[in-house]
């Protein structure tokens, strides 16, 4: 028996077509070719298990090999096989009718190469991207038919011969092209199996070894599993990273298919490197990393395994992003997170606590990015102080408003964004009975406008943006002991000693046991200069623009009313002491050391 023929097709030349699309990806015929085989072996397990065929089904199994000399590429499957006529309308027409779509769609889109393969059912000639030609190998499981040969140079014309072949399924031959022969190279081979097929539900044999597993946790239900199973499979997929904190698994089939584990990893503030760590399946065949619209942004922080067949694959991007499909995964993968994080606060706040600074960046990222999250979110975020002590919106609020309402009835949240480095400041507000929080991330200049935006009558200040009195003002103003002139003459004194148009002199009274002088910048361009660093709000031109700071000079220290009271010569150098104090106490990084230093040597220079 000898048949030939010419696939009915308009476009000429197809093959190079298909070879030059996507030529960067076409690693992917691999994948493509596996996933048809695994399939037909699927259909008859499917079939035994419907009592459709009666017969031995033997070991299921998918088997790559290579033959370097005669440069050949298999793919063999003891799956449901085809008869001659199968041949003909499954790989002639159907197809080949979807080749023919994908070339008109090629041309009207002037090659578009985020357009995939198989949305036109090409997957079995993107084998065409690697060899010069094919053969297919194959007998039906039905009883009495014969094993038939088809074979394609591809052009557009095929043989179909009577084939020598004891056992159902297909053996489907690639004869590599010249310019593809790095496919002929075992560890290539080993490497793109590893990529793709690492969790197909059938065995794939290479070099005499399986190199997939067939059941991967996120196909059993949650209550099959243990930790240690969760734990395992996450060595499984990143065999250098840490243990993760907790993970979520995610089973859903209405009004979509969605299964998977997403694990929150340890990431601490180094969360740039940890992208592109979720992996995206289809029905177990591995699809890409590049999981954007699939997965909330602020999620993209996740590790783990997304597998749905309801996802289009490798469609261009502003078609994923319409799709239905998509935005509703992505609304159910924000719930369960929240969910999760919720349930894990209020079952279990200590663990909770305890992991805050590993994920307090997916929870902070996602109330900035998400409404619906935001909401869910406010009830389990945690504010930390400088003392270690971790309260949620509420309770801190609860906690502070008795002490750090101002008199225009705003409270007022004190926070630090290096504790060490503002040690003088934060232990002045702690003086006055004050809490300070620890808002040190780099999301964290971001949280803060939020919080001022969702939060009524509160507002935010960093603890050396002002003097300890004007950061919560009251009432109660303080008295100066200086009169205007001079308060005027001590302020000209410090001018001339300082010298430096960015530094603004005030002279204000303060507390006798406050600092003679302090440094500050004001919060709005303290909180510019630091969103400016993490590109946000389009600020980034301040952080350009030079530091312009606030000199206050405390009117009831003594030190200052020794300034005034000193030699005229002496007076600019001893304020330029204490203004040079300052600024070591303010641009250091030693702690309370160095503002007991600071301390004892202001008292030195008053004593002089």
Known sequence: MEERGSISIHTENIFPIIKKFLYSDHEIFLRELVSNAVDATQKMKRLASIGEYKGDLGELKVVVSVNKDAKTITISDNGIGMTAEEIKKYINQIAFSGASEFVERYKETGGD???????????????????????????????GTEAARWDCDGSTEFVITAAEKESRGSDIILHVAQDSEEFLE?????????KYCKFLPVAVEFEGNVINNPNPIWTKQPSELTDEDYKNFYKELYPFSEAPLFWIHLNVDYPFNLTGILYFPKIKNDFELQRNKIQLYSRQVFITDEVKDVVPEFLMLLHGVIDSPDIPLNVSRSFLQADSSVKKIN?????????????????????????????NVFVKYGMLSDDKFYEKAKDFVLLQNVDGKYTTIEEYKALTQANQTDKNDQLVLLYTT???KQHAFVEAAQNRGYDVLKLDTMIDSHFIGMMEQKLEKTTLKRVDSETIDKLIERDDAKESVLNDKEKEDLKGIYETAIDNKNMVVEVAPMSPDDAPVVITMPEFMRRMKDMSKTGGGGMMFMGDMPDTYNVTINANHSLNQRVLNAKEENRPRIARQAFDLALLSQNMLSGASLTAFVKRSFELIDKE
């Open 113 to 143: 190469k985020n357009q995939i393969i198989g949305q036109f059912g090409l997957g079995f000639y993107s084998a065409f991207m690697v060899a010069e030609r094919v053969e297919i190998i194959t007998k039906s499981y039905q009883e």
């Open 331 to 359: 609304t159910y993968i924000t719930k369960k997170v929240a969910d999760k994080l919720n349930d894990i606060f209020k079952k279990d706040r200590e663990t909770f606590e305890k992991n805050w600074d590993d994920i």
């Open 418 to 420: 290096d504790a060490d």
């Open 186 to 194: 075992t560890a290539r081979i080993r490497t793109i199996l590893e």
